[in-house]
């Protein structure tokens, strides 16, 4: 059983910058694919970013491509999201997710192939 808790949401101004951690616990944190998605009300969860096990791979949601940066560090557990170039449109809730990924250059880019959930990070970007 993997617990994820993700930090460093919060209110910023269109043009900023904010950087999400995600830490892991419970869990062989390398063996697992590791993701980010976000969430508005009424709307389906959206996917934002993946990195495999490894961190050899790395895809980002066409909305976020050239803004965000997944990395990952599997010594402390942690993956991070970094968001720049933020507009009114990124706001949302934005959860973790890990997935079992039996090969280590995988990348999980569906919300179903992922087995464990943070409560998730608000993220408010005012105009």
């Known amino acids: 059983q993997v617990q994820l808790v993700e930090s460093g949401g919060g209110l910023v101004q269109a043009g900023g910058s904010l950087r999400l951690s995600c830490a892991a616990s419970?869990?062989?944190?390398?063996?697992?694919?590791m993701g980010w998605f976000r969430q508005t009300p009424g709307k389906e969860r959206e996917f934002v970013a993946a990195?495999?096990?490894?961190?050899?791979?790395?895809r980002y949601g066409d909305s976020v491509k050239g803004r965000f940066t997944i990395s990952r560090d599997n010594a402390k557990n942690t993956v991070n999201l970094q968001l720049n170039s933020l507009n009114p449109e990124d706001t949302a809730i934005y959860y973790c997710?890990?997935?079992?990924?039996?090969?280590?250059?995988?990348?999980?880019?569906?919300?179903?192939?992922?087995?464990?959930w943070g409560q998730g990070t608000q993220v408010t970007v005012s105009a």
């Open positions: 990195i495999s096990s490894n961190s050899r791979s790395t």
């Open positions: 997710a890990a997935g079992p990924s039996r090969l280590q250059f995988v990348v999980l880019l569906k919300s179903n192939e992922y087995a464990y």
């Open positions: 419970g869990g062989t944190f390398s063996s697992y694919a």
